[in-house]
T-cell receptor, first 114, second 112 residues
Framework: DTAVSQTPKYLVTQMGNDKSIKCEQN?????MYWYKQDSKKFLKIMFS???????INETVPNRFSPKSPDKAHLNLHINSLELGDSAVYFC?????????????FGSGTRLTVV | QKEVEQNSGPLSVPEGAIASLNCTYS??????FFWYRQYSGKSPELIMS????GDKEDGRFTAQLNKASQYVSLLIRDSQPSDSATYLC????????????FGSGTRLQVQP
């Protein structure tokens, strides 16, 4: 059983479109994250939810809107996609909000905007 | 100054050698430190965590932490070609911030 699963794995879309990425974890964690990894491998935090509550909201364009319907799911909706949004987006989760145990990452969604 | 800094590499070592990967961090109140390995096209996987000054060993991996120097390193003994990957250093900066801050990674190449 996959611990943190993301869909889709690949997403190719045109500029201006709206797209969503979904994430689900079956680890019983109550904190989930979205990270963006650029072409230079730099992983940057975008959002974090703890038990459906938004606790981290970095400086991200408001075209990006996360949603957590329950503690096992975290989705990311992106409006009006731009070329600069092309990246790999990783979902992650941690145990009980205690990040001293590190994260478990999903397999990533490679978004290409053309 | 970046919050977590790593040399991007590539660091090239021959098979069987010791690979030494380094990371510095800027926030003195950082509490816990992690090394992740990321193969090309894959997600990061946790290989080591360290919280106290000194060394922590796990198989061929040793993490070293020096909080006074704000420095954390990862040693890989008897390096294998399968160790070729990007190694990401991550820091829990504490101060209520509940997310890890990552460095940009060091690419390791182990030559057979």
């Amino acid at each position: 059983d996959t611990a943190v699963s993301q869909t889709p794995k690949y997403l190719v879309t045109q500029m201006g479109n709206d797209k969503s990425i979904k994430c689900e974890q079956n680890l019983g964690h109550d904190t989930m994250y979205w990270y963006k990894q650029d072409s230079k491998k730099f992983l940057k935090i975008m959002f974090s939810y703890n038990n459906k509550e938004l606790i981290i909201n970095e400086t991200v364009p408001n075209r990006f809107s996360p949603k957590s319907p329950d503690k096992a799911h975290l989705n990311l909706h992106i409006n009006s996609l731009e070329l600069g949004d092309s990246a790999v987006y990783f979902c992650a989760s941690s145990q009980g909000g205690n990040i001293n145990y590190g994260y478990t990452f999903g397999s990533g969604t490679r978004l290409t905007v053309v | 100054q970046k919050e977590v800094e790593q040399n991007s590499g590539p660091l090239s070592v021959p098979e069987g050698a010791i690979a030494s990967l380094n990371c510095t961090y800027s926030d003195r109140v950082s509490q816990s430190f992690f090394w992740y390995r990321q193969y090309s096209g894959k997600s990061p996987e946790l290989i080591m965590s360290i919280y106290s000054n000194g060394d922590k060993e796990d198989g061929r991996f040793t993490a070293q932490l020096n909080k006074a120097s704000q420095y954390v390193s990862l040693l890989i003994r008897d390096s294998q070609p399968s160790d070729s990957a990007t190694y990401l250093c991550a820091v829990n900066r504490g101060t209520g911030r509940r997310a890890l801050t990552f460095g940009s990674g060091t690419r390791l190449q182990v030559q057979p």
